[in-house]
């Protein structure tokens, strides 16, 4: 199935989870940010020194719900419904997307921005903000987009809503902006990771289906013990490793993808999103912090500013791109100690 090779797995999950004892162990120092006033434009939040990069916010009256960065580096966000594009530069909201229905997710990949509709998934040309093709595809969280062996853009169907139709795994061409596979679900399912390690669905309340990505259906099903957590998650499959997200139990669970099983470890944290950045570091939150796991060392800040719970995550070439209760916010990577 093109998977990575067990040794790849095992030193990857073994980084992560090494350095997951770090941040329980209470090595992970971080500076609170200080509160600015009612900024006009792009502002400065805080920084922890003078040689750190500063921490800048985004200057929006709504939360930010979602977050995904193009492949050319423009930033897109879903705030109050609506689908815009923020210049990573200078930090303004340049254009907004026209659509008449409500959006609740996006992501970013295969040269297209792909945007959560209702009943339909829209690709929207990162370079002009236009709608270029609509898709019969309810779903209601963020698609992924994977090249290789699970080549294609990936989105489940449906997690709470069950008005949206049955549960379902989709499998888009995006040379074509045509449906390629429906693979149905034994249950509902909230959540999608595509990589080398191959396709990964994380269902509310358990267990976690691995599809084979060559044969368009389900190869196997991971327990998890107690069950996952009915709040929706995320999956990242990033290299030879799979995370899973728990929020409601305030777990990440690793998967060991050579054997269809939950691999020994894990790490606390409470959000919704897990991602990872050119580096290879992955990043999560939990309430109001964010955190960065490496080969190095771990990494970490609290976000005061943000008002609230962390609600998204993105990661890009220079920085972090949160969104939260108080808007959205750049950190750039220099800035996590």
Do not use: Y
């Not at 805080?46 to 800048?56: A, D, H, K």
């Not at 916010?57 to 050319?72: E, F, I, R, T």
């Not at 580096?73 to 659509?99: A, M, N, Y």
């Not at 609740?104 to 959560?116: D, E, F, K, N």
């Amino acid at each position: 199935m093109g998977r990575a090779s067990r040794t790849t797995l095992v030193t990857t999950v073994g980084v992560v989870v090494s350095l997951a004892g770090l941040l329980l162990a209470g090595r992970l120092t971080g500076g609170a940010l200080q509160r600015p006033g009612d900024p006009a434009t792009a502002v400065t939040v805080g920084r922890t020194s003078p040689q750190l990069p500063l921490v800048r916010k985004v200057a929006l009256s709504h939360p930010v719900d979602g977050v995904a960065v193009a492949d050319d580096g423009g930033v897109w966000i879903v705030h109050h419904g609506r689908l815009s594009r923020v210049d990573p530069r200078t930090l303004w909201i340049d254009t907004f997307v026209d659509e008449r229905r409500q959006v609740t997710a996006v992501a970013a990949g295969a040269g297209a921005v792909w945007a959560s509709a209702g009943k339909e998934l829209l690709r929207v040309d990162p370079r002009t903000a236009e709608v270029v093709a609509r898709l019969a595809v309810p779903t209601g969280t963020a698609p992924v987009a994977a090249s290789g062996v699970a080549a294609g853009v990936w989105a489940v169907c449906c997690g709470a809503d069950r008005t949206l139709g049955r549960p379902r795994l989709t499998r888009i061409d995006p040379a074509g902006n045509r449906v390629v596979a429906s693979i149905p679900l034994p249950g509902p399912a909230d959540a999608v990771g595509a990589g080398l390690a191959g396709v990964w669905v994380r269902s509310p309340g358990g267990p976690i289906w691995e599809v084979d990505p060559t044969r368009n259906r389900l190869a196997a099903a991971v327990e998890v013990p107690g069950g996952l957590g009915a709040t929706a998650g995320s999956v990242l499959v990033a290299g030879g490793m799979v995370l899973v997200t728990d929020p409601d139990n305030g777990a990440v669970h690793v998967v060991d993808a050579d054997h269809d099983r939950l691999a020994e470890g894990g790490f606390d944290a409470a959000g919704q999103d897990v991602v990872t950045d050119e580096r290879g570091i992955v990043w999560v939150h939990s309430d109001q912090r964010v955190v960065g796991l490496g080969p190095d060392h771990s990494r970490g800040r609290t976000l005061d500013e943000a008002a609230g719970a962390i609600r998204a995550l993105a990661a890009g070439p220079d920085a972090l791109w949160v969104g939260a209760p108080a808007g959205l916010f750049r950190v750039d990577f220099g800035a996590l100690p």
